[in-house]
C-alpha cells in the first residue's frame, strides 16, 4: 500500500507584516504577517530547500522519481524537476515530471505519485509543491499570498498510509493568470466564491463522505485548502467543523496562501502533530476539487536536524519596510550598484561544471584523503593526478572565517556579503551569504548551505549554493 514516509517544508525566512502594506497604502488597521521569499529564491530553490528538509536522515539513492508541482515555474519550456534532482544530487536514472498551472497541482502529484508506486512502477517518488506568487500592488491578493514549499516522500512502504481519493473537475474562470500576465487576476468577488470555491468544495466533500460512508467526526484533522479566512469559515459551517480541534492551522496570519503547496503544507503539520491511529482529511480546490484521506499508524521517525512546518514558522526575520518588499520582488526599477558590462553566462560551461555548480561537488584524493572545493585533478599535498572521487557538501555545516561587505557590488540587496567559510571535513569555501543581518555577522559564526537564484543572463537562470547563518 502506497504511503508517506517522510515529509519536509521551506518557508523562507523573512516575513512582511501586513500593516506595513496598509501603512503603504493608506489602509486601515490589518493582522498577520506573510512569507516573502528573498531576491535570490523562486520556486526552484526552495523546492529545494523542502525536498533537502524531507531527505533528512534518507538515503537519496532509493528515490526513483521526483514530481513538482506549481503555477509559479522559472521557464515556461524547461523542465524545473530536472534541476531540482540535480541539486539534490539524485542519481539520472530517475523519472522526473513538471505538473503545473493550477492550485490543484500539488494534490495532482500526490495522486499520480501514490498510483505509480501501487502499480509498482516506481518505488520512492518525492512530491515537491512551490508557488511564489506576486499580487499586484495594492489589491487584496498583497496581502493574502505569501512564499512556501512542501514535500512529501511516497513510498512503498512510510508510516501514514493512504486510504481514498475523490476528485471533480469544473471548467471556471474565476482565476487566472496568462503568460503575458505577471499578476493573478480574478473575475467577481462573489461569482469566484460562490460558484468557485465553496460550490466544487461542498460537492466534492459530501460526495466524499458520502461515498465512504464516513462523516467529518471520523477525521481527528482536515487540512482544507480555502483561497482566504473568511471562505474556509464558510465551509467550517456547512461541514461543522471545529476550527479550535479539527481544523489545521490554515497559517493564514503567519504565512500566508502559499498556491500550489498550501494544501500540502497543511498536511504535513497536521502529519507532525498527529499521534498514532489518527485520520487526516485533506481537501484542496482548484478548477475543481480534490480529497485525500490517510491513516497515521505510526508517528514518522523524523531526523532531528529536520524542521518541517513548525521549525520554518519559528525560524524568521522581518523586512523592515514597504519598499525593501518592492526591491526584492523586482517590482521596480533600481540602482543596484556600480554600472557593469551586461551579465552574460554559458550554457556550455555549466554543463561542463554542472556536478559541481549543483549538488555542491568536491574532490576527495584516494591516495592521501584531502579534499578540495572546487574539485582539482592534482592533490596540492601528496601530488597525486586524477585519483579523486567525487563528493557533495551541501549537507555539511561550517564556520565563518573571514568576510567583506561590498557596498558598492551590484545587488538588490546590499551590501554584498562574501564569505571565506571553513567547511567540515577540513575544506574551504568561498561565496556568498544570504538570509543576514549585515550588522550581525561575526567570524566563526556557524553557517549552512542553501541552493539560490545567482542572476539571469543569456535569457537563462543561473543557480549556485551561497551560505546563510544557521536557522
Partial sequence: MPAIKSTGAYIPYYRLECKEIARAWGGGPARGE???RNFDEDSITISVEACRDCLKGIDRNIIDGLYFASTTAPYKEKQSASTIAAALDLDK???TIDITDSIRAGTNAIKAALDAVKSGSLKNVIVVASDCRTGLPGSSFENILGDGAAALLISDQGSV????FFSQTNEIIDQWRTNSQPYIKTWEDRFVKSLGYTANVKKSLGRFLTEQNLTIEDFDKVALYAPDARSLKGICKSFDIDPATRLQDPMF??????GASFALLMLIGA?????ENDNILMVNYGDGCDVLSFFVKEKPKLHNERKGVKGHIESKGYINNYEKYLQFRQLMEIETGRNRPPKVSSAVAIQRDSKMIYSLSASECTSCGRQFFPPQRICLYCKAKDQFKKISISERKGKLFTY?????????DPPLIVSII?????????????????????IDMPLEFTFRKLGEAGGFNTYFWKCRPIR
Avoid at 502529519?271 to 499521534?275: F, S, V
Fill in 34 to 36: 506573510k512569507a516573502l
Fill in 93 to 95: 536514472n530517475i523519472f
Fill in 253 to 258: 496570519d503567519s504565512v500566508g496562501n502559499t
Fill in 271 to 275: 502529519i507532525e502533530n498527529a499521534n
Fill in 422 to 442: 571553513d567547511v567540515e571535513g577540513n575544506v574551504r569555501f568561498f561565496g556568498q551569504m544570504t538570509d543576514r543581518d549585515p550588522e550581525n555577522i561575526k
Fill in 161 to 164: 498510509d493512504f486510504n481514498a
Fill in 404 to 412: 567583506s561587505k561590498d557596498e558598492l557590488a551590484e545587488t538588490i
